[in-house]
């Protein structure tokens, strides 16, 4: 069992920057590969980026290359989410999951673990 518990959220304005923070508990955390995904409001929860168990290996949406970055330290049982130069379209509640399936990274449903999510909001 993996708990994971998201905070760094915030209301900003357009160009600002925040950084989110997944916290792991257990014992395992350096045995999944971990991902972020984002819900905006009315609309399908999405991928956003992942990062091998290693941190050897990461990938984003195309939409935040360049923008955000992902990160982890398997010592602190913590993975990280940078976000740079953010836009009112980034505005969504952020939750972090524990996958050991590589196969897909992508799709929610491969995720065993989730967080609670928080909140970004990015005013124009």
């Known amino acids: 069992q993996v708990q994971l518990v998201e905070s760094g959220g915030g209301l900003v304005q357009a160009g600002a920057s925040l950084r989110l923070s997944c916290a792991a508990s257990g014992h395992t955390f350096s045995t999944y590969h971990m991902g972020w995904f984002r819900r905006a409001p009315g609309k399908e929860r999405e991928f956003v980026a992942v990062?091998?168990?290693?941190?050897?290996?990461?990938y984003y949406r195309d939409s935040v290359k360049g923008r955000f970055t992902i990160s982890r330290d398997n010592a602190e049982n913590t993975v990280y989410l940078q976000l740079n130069s953010l836009k009112p379209e980034d505005t969504a509640v952020y939750y972090c999951a524990a996958t050991r399936d590589y196969t897909d990274y992508r799709l929610a449903e491969n995720y065993d673990y989730w967080g609670q999510g928080t909140q970004v909001t990015v005013s124009s």
């Open positions: 990062i091998s168990r290693r941190g050897v290996d990461t």
